[in-house]
Structure formats: C-alpha cells, structure tokens
C-alpha cells in the first residue's frame, strides 16, 4: 500500500506516513497502546493531552516512544480558561441536586475541577522536547509565539476546522493541513469563529468547499467510519481521513463498559449535540441527562466547568450501569464500527478502500 496507490499523497509526504488515516485524539479515550498500533500499522496514532497532566503526558510519550518510532500526532485544547460565574456554577449545583439525592450523595460536598488544560507555555516546552511529527489542535490555534515554536521544533501542524471561514483563518495563521470536521463526528464540536450549532455543516457538504478555499491539504472528518466513506472523502477533496468513533471498538480504547454497550447498540439518530457534559458543544449518545436538562442547556456553566458537579453522579453508574450521567461521545456512523485491535482495523481499512477505489 504505497502513496502512489492513493489518489493523493501530500498528507502521506508531509507527515510521513504510509496511510492517509489519521486516529482521532479521543481525550480519556485513547491509550499509549493505541497510539503505537495505528503508527506502526502505517496511520497517524493521536495522543490526546488535554486532560493529562505534564507528567502524566511524559509518562505517555515515553510508552509511545518505546513501541514505535513512527510519526505520532500530539494533540492540544486551545479554549481560553473560564471566568468564574459563582451564581451560574451555583444554579447548576442546583439543578443537578435531585440526582445527588436520587444515588445517596450530599449535594453541597465538594466536587472534583474539571480538567481540561489549554496548550500553554509547558505544553509547548514538551514539544519541544519530544518532538513529534504533528500536532493538532482544537478550537483554533495557540498564540503566534508558542505556535512559533512548535513548528521550530519540526512539527507540521493541524487543526479543525467546521466552516470555510474557520479553515480560511487557519491557514492563513500557518496550518500545514486542515481538519475539515463534518457535524456527523463525535465528540467536541471543533468551531471557534462560530457558536452557531443551528448553522454547522455535514461532512459531505464541508469538505469540497474546504478543499476548494484553501491550498494545503485537507482532512476529512466526521460521520467516516469504513471503506465507503474513506473512498467518498477523497472523491469529495480530502488528502487524508480521520476517524475517531471507528477506533472506541477497539480494544485498545480505554472506555467505561456503559459507553461501550451504548455505542454497541447505537442507532443513526441515536446521537445529538449536547452542552450539558462540559459546558461546550458536542455529539454523544443520548442519555438520561442530556433528555432531563435539554440538549443545550442555559444553565450549564463554561467549559470545562459543567463537568465538575458531575463525577460524583457518574461514579456509581460507571461500573456496570446504564450511562446516564456520562457523556457517551459518538459520532452518527457508530453503527458501522467493528470490534477488531487499532492496528488490524487502520490495516484492514486502509485495504478496503484501495480495493473500491483499484474499481473506480
């Protein structure tokens, strides 16, 4: 399976990899493990950092490094840290109590910070010093000096993007390739010039007009989780895909057994964009809570504040219950998911879509 196989190389030769997949970084999700079997299958393994601390990042990497030397993808939040808003943290403590009540719990002890961390001076020194070959960040970029850095380090970077005008304004500010992110993926919503969700766009719309507006090389996302949608994302523009929900069945994926069984039987409109989990938007499985509060809710407090008062409630029902207070994120091609290691599946993939596309 080489570049020439593929109808377009460029992300091939600017990450250097033998693949154009791309493992989504799945942050709590993905595990060093995954990381070095989509690398050494010939993708681009994705670590999520922005819920790890530096150390805990460090500790990664060193696994990562000693599984694989292949091209790796680090990837950073770039949200800016929230303002404290003491009566909209309170009036959410508020509206959560009756679930506290409901499992046994007090609802004015503590509760844990919520820790999502942006890239910052520290992250960037950690790239510096591990350099990998990518990394990728999400709602927008870092500021221009670290983002500076980051690419003195030898780094290509990347990040998402949900409308034509998000991807414009990333490569206008340096982007080697542009994440083009459908409404159909999972997780955090990657918008940044927009907080629009009634105006976001599908994959199969975003792609060509984001391949059409810019001259680096763009990056399928979103609702792509076989063959299929692997040859469609290059006929509609795309140098390269990137799936998340298709590696969450891998057994690699480091998933509570509730999200596990609600993507097993998830439904095409199964999933919706909800606020209610962090404080920003993004696609999960529809659960208890995101049907009790709404799917937007008003009162859910800043990202990543709206997570805190919901550990406790998620602690109980973890083990072996039915999810109703965990974000269950999925994109809407859950359905099309197979149970197979992370290194099998990027292989296996990657082959199917050689084969549809060699019958062209």
Same mark, same amino acid.
């Given at each position: ?148 850095? *980051?690419?003195?380090?030898? +780094?290509?970077? /990347? #990040?998402? @993007?949900?409308?034509?005008?998000? =991807?414009?304004? !990333?490569? $206008? ?42 001259? *680096?090389?763009?990056?399928? +996302?979103?609702? /792509? #989780?076989? @063959?299929?949608?692997?040859?469609? =994302?290059?006929? !509609?523009? $795309? ?122």
């Amino acid at each position: 399976m080489t570049k020439a196989n593929w109808p377009d190389g460029r992300i091939q030769e600017l990450f250097g990899i033998a693949l154009p997949l791309i493992q989504a970084p799945m942050a709590g999700v993905v595990t060093p493990q995954m990381v070095i079997a989509v690398s050494e299958a010939g993708g681009l393994g994705s670590l999520p950092c922005a819920m790890l601390s530096l150390d805990q990042t460090r500790e990664a990497l060193d696994i990562i490094r000693q599984g694989t030397s292949r091209p790796i993808n680090l990837n950073f939040f770039c949200h800016r840290p929230p303002q404290t808003d003491a009566a909209r943290e309170l009036a959410w403590r508020a509206r959560l109590a009756p679930y506290y009540v409901e499992q046994g719990l007090d609802p004015e002890a503590p509760v844990p910070a919520s820790n999502r961390r942006p890239f910052d001076s520290a992250f960037c020194a950690l790239v510096e010093e591990y350099k990998p070959q990518v990394v990728s960040f999400h709602f927008g970029l870092p500021e221009q000096a670290w983002l500076d850095r *980051v690419k003195a380090a030898g +780094a290509k970077v /990347i #990040a998402s @993007a949900t409308t034509v005008a998000e =991807a414009r304004w !990333l490569e $206008a500010h340096g982007c080697d390739a542009i994440i083009a992110m459908g409404f159909e993926a999972g997780g955090h919503r990657g918008n940044f010039l927009t907080d629009d969700m009634a105006t976001q766009v599908g994959t199969i719309a975003l792609v060509p007009q984001v391949a059409d507006a810019v001259k *680096v090389p763009v990056i399928a +996302a979103g609702g /792509i #989780a076989d @063959a299929r949608g692997i040859v469609a =994302a290059f006929a !509609l523009g $795309a140098s390269a895909v990137q799936m998340g929900t298709a590696y969450l069945f891998c057994p690699e994926a480091r998933l509570a057994p509730p999200h596990l069984q609600a993507l097993r039987t998830a439904a095409d409109d199964g999933t919706a964009i909800t606020n209610v989990f962090t404080g920003r938007p993004a696609r999960g499985i529809v659960n208890r809570l995101m049907r009790d509060l709404g799917l937007m809710s008003p009162l859910a407090p800043a990202f990543p504040l709206a997570g805190g008062p919901l550990a406790p409630l998620r602690n109980p029902s973890a083990p072996a219950g039915p999810g109703d207070f965990m974000s269950l994120w999925s994109g809407q091609a859950a359905r099309l998911g197979r149970e197979l290691p992370a290194g099998e599946l990027t292989q296996r993939l990657a082959s199917e879509a050689l084969a549809k596309l060699s019958r062209g």
